[in-house]
Each structure stands twice: as structure tokens, then as C-alpha cells.
């Protein structure tokens, strides 16, 4: 068992030089500090553009695998156009205009180095893959191709296969400034690349005979030109990899599949002294985490000693030693959600895989503040550490180059063959010292899921989007061909089954399991806990934990069969309980269809809209079943005004509404409310900071339009004006996973999934006359899956919200103390939203 350890989240101090430092002492830093989705929304969120949104929406996938050509692949990149404006050239750093030309010459230096463009951000720019190696001949380029399959296909040969231990080239992927704000491993790279393509050493010669190396240059171009974390779209993409709403992260998670490194840095800042994974509990429970830490911590062992040979000091350079979380601290730095970078590679076969922060803070308010040469100072030392710790992960790949990928092998064996983890100890990772029980995490994985067909299947709408979505993940799904009988229960042909035997099943368990509950396994988390795509995409997923799936007869599927139709005759129900029907409601509402809600929230459109209809089934994927209802409330095209996050704004538009931000800055600059018909607040918008004219003119456009507000923020503003009799009650402001919640059946909940999601839940009491509970949190412990603990008073836990309102409704405002747009995450939950919208417009 480790000595006691410090908790890294513990407090912050700031030094004399504005970086964080950790000391063995003292551990005071964070992830640079925590940013919370729910922050309060900033003006320049506030103007996240459309077309931010639609480019992501409509982003393809570069596939990267090509075996048709060999190394290099050399192309001419045109130049992007000169922007002086480019937050990097404050720091002496390369700005993202200068790239493609540095690139183009790269090139130029001899045989070692190929460009490729992974994609496209949420703001338009290129996406660079750099692949640095020998020289390969296409049949050279197939051969390793066809180990790479061998790898993850049939591990067991693999691991006999003579030709990959002696000639399998192991793949090793460098990730910069994922957040553009954290500049410098994209100079770094730039510096390395350089120094591989023109060296001359037997050393150099070596690793790239027998290694590939792909640098991604600039996973968030959008946010080092602005100088912001986020992308063009507002997200923080190291927090959606298990969404993948981002079209960066669909090119990261790309370059993953095909590449398949068995190494991999993901470059950040600013924590001194320079932070390297691995990291605290709780490790996730679906890891081979007995491979992970064997490598992961020998890395971090070598960059730590390359890093700190640089002779940098905290006297002489404000530099403080490196530290390694596993190793020098408690909790509070953990890799328990595969939602960021290092810990979602895990699933894809990376055996070695680090968050590297450098040490001097150049961002935020210090870029502001300092004089350029003390940043440019700042970003010249992080540069070198930076380099450093690459460095020093490729001597560590070229010298165990073998073992990498037998461990890599054994993953996918594993996996393949349903053998069980094994669990972390000194005896099963000797080198690894003061592994204890807190270190322990497995799980008990099921045989296989099974997403139903026909009745069984609450939202086939939903169940297609859910398979395409494992799909693109590449975990593998099959679709029965005829009715079976499965642990006692029938499902029909058609159904998807996602066989827990096969090498990627920890990334099918942890995207599609409910999650666990770890409260009482640690203080504190850094990100959020919980995060089941079976629970809230809004399909019926069925855990099956044991039997045969031969009576099945299922067969591998490629892309999730379409569901979408429209009845030949008669007027039109369309159900809304996916975003694609809110999507495909609102399209039909701004080409002026006469549309009508039922009581159940499904809507009837008349016969007169079938041509229309049947587009619309064709491009969301979303039915149109005969009715002889055609009665109801009718319905506009809603344009909503929204104090919202930057997930929450992505969402509301992947639904088709018709959205204009709002904040309390904007609204205390002059707003027209002509233009909106709803007001949707969770974030941003403060009533009390309102000056005298905007707070009357809030007041007005309330008194005759409708509010729907979430969290804490929501129900202030829903207080101030009155609109509905309810107390909010405000749980512990960290709790965060998946719920269990009793739907009433109203116009807003009606059909919803029985699970939602939270983060800073509130609940609501004393509900006045004619205040209906749309919605109730399960009575006792409603939580399933997540981190939620009371308060030190006791107050604030999941029992006190246990039975209690967590969504309200009256004439002219619905109150949502859950999370159902949560960045973009919890598709099954976005409908509740879009009813509420409409209902109260």
C-alpha cells in the first residue's frame, strides 16, 4: 500500500511566476484549473456561430488506413491566409497560417516525412497528421497493414506470428494542443519532426526502421488562433470522446482505429512541476489496467528524468521537478471516464498512454498581464519540456518496442476470448511500487447486449443512432436473422447484439454498461463519473449476462439499418422521443406545415405534408405512422432566446431550433425580444446584474411568452419573475452521473427514458397550484452510475433528492433540475428540452 498521499485537488496556489506548482509537499494543482460545461456562459460563448455547429454536424471521417501507398506521402499543402491576429505569435510561437508552409518544407528534408489532412475543425481549418518513418514500398505499407489487422483480429495468432515481433512497425501517436490554449507541443513536435527527418544516427535510423510515428499538429486550430480552450463550436474536446459531437475528436478517434498506436502523449498545460501520467484513483473499471500501468508508469519514470535533466529550477527558472499523480498523490487527478484522450486510446489498444502538463502558465489572464518576453520566455522553456518528454517516450518505444506490442496483443486477446482482467497488484506489475487495494478496480462483463427490435425497442429511431454510433467507435455489432430466445427472454429478427468476445470489448462495456456508483470510494472526482449511452441515448439496451448467441444466427453489420418510412395514407404521427423527430418537427414548422401536439407530446401532420415527410424521414432517419387523430394544439416555428452552455447551445441546434444567444452582457446592451418567441436560461443570465432598461424588457417578454430554465440559474430567473410556485433545493454542486427518475406522463416527459443525467442536481418543493411534477427522481438512492455525496453538513445527497420533483411544468415555464443536454451527450433526454420548448411557446 502507498504512504499516504496528498489530495491533488486540495487548494490552489499561485507563484510568484503565475504557474501552479505541486510539490511532494504540497499538492496544489489541477487540470488547469477545472472548467466546468456548466460555467456560466461567456459572451463570447454567447456568439458561438451556426455554421460552427452545422460544420460539425456535417463533418466526414477521413479514413486513414489506406495500404495503396507507401511512405512518404508527400503533398503540396496550399498556404491558409495570413492572420496576424493568430494568439501564438504573442508567444514567439509558430501561428496556424505558418503551418502548412513548415510542413510543406518538413517535406523537403529527405524520405521520413508524410502529411495528411485528418479532417476539418468546427471552424474550417485542416486537420495535419504528420507520419514520420522509413521508407516503405506499398507492398512494405500492406504488410504491416495486414499485421495491424492480425493484432487486433486474431490476437492469439498474432501473438505466434514471427513476422510481427521481428518486422511490425510499432505505431506511436503524439496529440498537441487539444486545447488551444495550451500551445506548445505543436512547436515541440514541429522541433522533433525536424530533428527525425534529418539525422543521421544509427539511433534515429533504428527507431524509424521499426517504429511509425504520427504527430497530430494541432488537434483544436480554432482555439490556438483564438487563444481559447474550446474549439470554433465551444467545446472542450478533451472532455467527448464518448459523444464525439466534435469533428475533431471524430479525426482523433480516427487516427486511433486505423493507426492503432500502442504509444501515445496527449500534450497539455500548465501545472509546475510538469505533470505525467499515470494518475490517481479511481481507475476505470474497464481497463486491463495490469498492462496499462506496467508501461504507462515506466514511460512516466523516463520522461520524468528527461524532463528534470534539463536543468531547469525553481530558483533560477521557476521550474519545479517533475511529479508522476500515481506515485506523489492521493486522488483528485483520475482516469476513471474514457472521455479523455490518454484513457479513451486505452480502449483502442494503447498500453502507454499519458497527459503530459508543462510547467509555465502563458494562457488566460497571465497572456494579458505579462510582458511578451517573460511569455516568450515561459513558452520557450514548455517547448523544451515538451520535446523532452517526447523524447524520452520514443527511446522508452524503440527499447521495448517488443513487449509494447505483446501487451498491445494481449489486450485484444483478452477481449477476444473473454478472459478475465487481471486485478493491479505488486505482484502482477512488479516495477510499479505502493500498489494498493485503492488501486483495484475490474468489472464483471456481461456476455453480450442486445438493442431489441420491434416492440421490445422504445425509439428505433434511437436504436440505429446508437449502433452507428458503436460503429463508428469500432466496436463490433451483429444483427440476428431470425427470432431467438436469450437468459430466458425472446427478441425478434433484426436485433443488434454486441458480443462482449471481441478485442474492443472494454470500450463496448464502458460505453453501453449503467456504470457504478463511487461515492464512497474517493472525496472528489475531477470530470464527470457517469456517462451510460445505454441508459440515456434513448434505445432499450439488454444486458445479457450469460448463454449462447448461436440460436441467433447473427451476422457483422457495417452501418445500422434504416428505420425511417412514411405511411402511404392518411394524415401523420410522428413521435418525438430522438432529436432527430424534434429536428424533423422543426423543419416542417419553418416551411409553414400546420402541425398539432397530442396530449402524449407526439404531433400529427397532415396528409398534405407526406412529400415533405418523406424527405424528412430520409434525412433523420424518423418514422411517419398513420393516425386518424388529427386534433390538437397547433404549432409554430420557435425561435428561442438562450443564456445557455456551449453544449446546450450545440444541441438545441442539432434539433433544429431556431436559436439566438443571449447573456446578461447582451441584453444589457439592447435586445429585441421581437425576435424570440421562448427563452430558454441556464447559464449566463443574471436578472439582478440587468440594467434598469433590459431587466423591464426581460419582464415584459415574460409576461406574455414562456420560460424554460435548468439548474440552479433557471430557477433564480423563474423565481424573480414568479411564473411558477416552486422552491429549488440545490444538491452538492459536484454530483454528477445517471439517475433513476419516474416519468408522469405529461406533454414533456411522456415516454422518456426512466434514467437521466445530472450534474449540480436540484430538486423542487413546495410547489404551488397548478405546478405539475413532469418528472420525479426515484425515491431512495436514485443514483446509478456516478460521484454524489451529501454535503459536509449532510445535506445536498441523493437520499434528500430521492422521490422529490426534478422536473416542473406550468402554463408558461418547465424548470429541469437534471441535465438532458449535458455537452451534447444524452441524446435520449433532448426531447424532454424540445417539448418543454414548444409546449410553452
Known amino acids: 500500500m502507498r504512504l499516504p498521499r496528498p489530495v491533488l485537488i486540495a487548494t490552489v496556489t499561485a507563484t510568484a511566476t503565475g504557474s501552479l506548482l505541486l510539490s511532494p509537499h504540497s499538492a496544489t494543482a489541477d487540470r488547469n484549473p477545472p472548467v466546468r460545461e456548466g460555467s456560466a456562459l461567456t459572451q463570447g460563448a454567447a456568439r458561438t456561430p451556426a455554421s460552427a455547429t452545422r460544420n460539425a454536424l456535417d463533418a466526414s471521417v477521413t479514413d486513414l488506413s489506406s495500404a495503396t501507398r507507401g511512405y512518404p506521402r508527400k503533398q503540396v499543402l496550399a498556404p491558409d491566409p495570413e492572420d496576424p491576429a493568430d494568439k501564438s505569435i504573442k508567444l514567439g510561437l509558430t501561428p496556424y497560417h505558418a503551418i502548412a508552409p513548415k510542413l510543406n518544407a518538413l517535406q523537403q528534408l529527405g524520405d521520413r516525412v508524410s502529411v495528411e489532412v485528418a479532417g476539418r475543425s468546427a471552424g474550417g481549418h485542416r486537420l495535419f497528421l504528420v507520419t514520420v518513418t522509413a521508407p516503405e514500398s506499398t507492398g512494405q505499407t500492406r504488410a504491416q497493414e495486414r499485421m495491424r489487422e492480425l493484432i487486433e483480429n486474431a490476437p492469439g495468432a498474432a501473438a505466434k506470428d514471427r513476422a510481427v515481433k521481428a518486422t511490425y512497425k510499432t505505431p506511436v501517436f503524439f496529440n498537441n494542443n487539444i486545447h488551444g490554449n495550451e500551445w506548445e507541443g505543436t512547436d515541440a513536435a514541429l522541433e522533433l519532426i525536424e530533428q527525425l527527418a534529418t539525422a543521421k544516427d544509427t539511433k534515429t535510423s533504428d527507431l524509424l526502421a521499426h517504429n511509425r510515428l504520427y504527430f497530430n499538429i494541432t488537434a483544436n486550430p480554432d482555439g490556438r488562433i483564438a487563444g481559447t480552450r474550446a474549439n470554433a463550436a465551444g467545446f472542450d474536446m478533451n472532455r467527448d470522446f464518448v459523444t464525439a459531437s466534435q469533428p475533431e475528436v471524430r479525426a482523433m478517434r480516427q487516427i486511433m482505429i486505423d493507426k492503432q498506436p500502442a504509444v501515445m502523449l496527449d500534450l497539455h498545460g500548465y501545472v509546475n512541476g510538469t505533470l505525467i501520467e499515470p494518475t490517481t484513483p479511481p481507475h476505470g473499471e474497464n481497463y486491463e489496467y495490469d498492462l496499462f500501468l506496467k ?5 512516466a519514470l523516463g520522461m520524468e528524468a528527461a524532463v528534470n535533466g534539463l536543468g531547469y529550477t525553481p530558483a533560477k527558472d521557476g521550474v519545479e521537478p517533475a511529479q508522476i499523480p500515481f506515485r506523489d498523490q492521493q486522488e483528485g487527478w483520475d482516469d476513471w471516464p474514457p472521455i479523455f484522450t490518454p484513457q479513451y486510446a486505452a480502449f483502442h489498444g494503447t498500453v502507454a498512454a499519458h497527459t503530459v502538463e508543462i510547467p509555465l502558465a502563458v494562457n488566460n489572464a497571465v497572456y494579458n498581464t505579462l510582458p511578451v518576453d517573460e511569455l516568450r520566455r515561459r513558452s520557450a522553456i514548455n517547448v523544451d519540456v515538451a520535446g523532452a518528454a517526447m523524447s524520452a517516450t520514443l527511446d522508452y518505444t524503440r527499447t521495448h518496442r517488443t513487449s509494447l506490442i505483446a501487451d498491445q496483443i494481449e489486450v485484444f486477446r483478452r477481449g477476444a476470448t473473454g478472459a478475465a482482467q487481471v486485478p493491479v497488484s505488486a505482484e502482477t506489475v512488479p516495477g510499479v511500487p505502493g500498489i494498493g487495494p485503492e488501486d483495484v478496480y475490474t468489472t464483471d462483463f456481461p456476455r453480450a447486449y442486445v438493442i431489441p427490435a420491434g416492440a421490445g425497442q422504445r425509439s428505433a429511431t434511437a436504436a440505429a443512432r446508437l449502433v452507428d454510433h458503436l460503429l463508428a467507435q469500432d466496436v463490433r455489432v451483429t444483427r440476428a436473422t431470425r427470432d431467438f ?18 478485442p474492443k470489448r472494454g470500450l463496448a462495456n464502458v460505453l453501453l454498461a449503467d456504470g457504478t456508483d463511487i461515492s464512497d470510494k474517493v472525496s472528489v472526482m475531477y470530470d464527470i463519473s457517469g456517462w ?6 434513448g434505445a432499450t439496451v439488454v444486458r445479457v449476462q450469460d448463454g449462447s448467441l448461436s440460436a441467433a444466427g447473427a451476422r457483422t453489420v457495417e452501418a445500422a439499418t434504416r428505420v425511417g418510412h412514411v405511411a402511404p395514407r392518411g394524415d401523420l404521427r410522428l413521435r418525438l422521443d430522438s432529436p432527430q423527430e424534434i429536428a424533423a418537427l422543426n423543419s416542417l414548422l419553418q416551411q409553414g406545415v400546420l402541425v398539432r401536439q397530442q396530449a402524449d407530446g407526439s404531433v400529427v401532420v397532415p396528409a398534405s405534408a407526406r412529400t415533405k415527410a418523406a424527405a424528412l424521414a430520409r434525412t433523420y432517419d424518423v418514422s411517419f405512422d398513420a393516425t386518424k387523430v388529427s386534433q390538437g394544439t397547433s404549432l409554430h416555428r420557435v425561435r428561442v432566446a438562450a443564456a445557455v452552455t456551449p453544449g446546450e447551445l450545440f444541441a438545441l441546434r442539432e434539433m433544429n431550433f431556431d436559436v439566438v444567444p443571449v447573456s446578461t452582457a447582451i441584453l444589457n446592451a439592447g435586445f429585441d425580444w421581437s425576435t424570440a418567441d421562448v427563452l430558454f436560461v441556464s447559464s449566463g443570465l443574471d436578472r439582478a446584474r440587468l440594467n434598469a432598461t433590459a431587466r423591464a424588457a426581460l419582464d415584459a417578454f415574460l409576461g406574455t411568452h414562456g420560460l424554460v430554465g435548468r439548474g440552479a440559474t ?9 411564473l411558477l410556485a416552486a422552491t429549488p433545493v440545490e444538491g452538492n454542486g459536484d454530483a454528477n452521473g445517471v439517475v433513476r427518475v419516474v416519468n408522469s406522463g405529461g406533454s414533456v416527459t411522456a415516454g422518456a427514458p426512466d434514467h437521466s443525467f445530472v450534474y449540480a442536481p436540484v430538486w423542487f418543493t413546495d410547489l404551488g397550484p397548478g405546478v405539475r411534477v413532469e418528472q420525479a427522481y426515484a425515491t431512495g438512492n436514485p443514483l446509478v452510475s456516478g460521484h454524489w ?3 459536509d453538513d449532510g445535506t445536498g445527497g441523493p437520499a434528500a433528492a430521492g422521490g422529490q420533483a426534478s422536473v416542473v411544468s406550468g402554463p408558461h415555464a418547465v424548470l429541469f433540475g437534471t441535465e438532458p443536454l449535458f455537452r451534447d451527450h444524452p441524446k435520449g433526454e433532448f426531447p424532454q428540452v424540445g417539448r418543454a420548448l414548444l409546449t410553452v411557446s
Not at 429478427?493 to 468476445?501: E, P, T
Not at 433557471?714 to 414568479?722: H, K, M, Q, R, T
Open 714 to 722: 433557471g430557477a433564480a430567473l423563474n423565481s424573480a419573475v414568479g
Open 295 to 299: 508501461n504507462t508508469y515506466a514511460n
Open 789 to 791: 455525496r451529501p454535503l
Open 485 to 502: 430466445r436469450l437468459a430466458g427472454r425472446s427478441y425478434p429478427k433484426g436485433s443488434y447484439l454486441v458480443d462482449l468476445h471481441q
Open 532 to 537: 451510460s449511452l445505454g441508459r440515456l441515448w
